[in-house]
């Protein structure tokens, strides 16, 4: 098997929907849009998420109007 033969099988399986990867992301994406939530319940106000996983930073802030 080449090297580009093997980097798509790599992609494939990290692309998969049972990715523990992506799995992982999704739970994450998911508490911090609870997060949110909970705090306009709590605050009032738009509440917006920001995930860099590139810079492994989450931010849950009140949108300013």
Do not use: Y
């Not at 799995?23 to 508490?31: I, N």
């Amino acid at each position: 098997m080449n090297r580009q033969a093997t980097m798509a099988k790599l992609q494939a399986i990290a692309t998969s929907p049972q990715s523990p990867t992506l799995a992982s992301a999704a739970r994450l994406q998911r508490d911090a849009d609870s997060i949110a939530v909970s705090m306009t319940a709590l605050h009032g106000g738009k509440w917006v998420v920001k995930i860099n996983h590139g810079c492994h930073f989450v931010l849950v802030k009140r949108e300013i109007d």
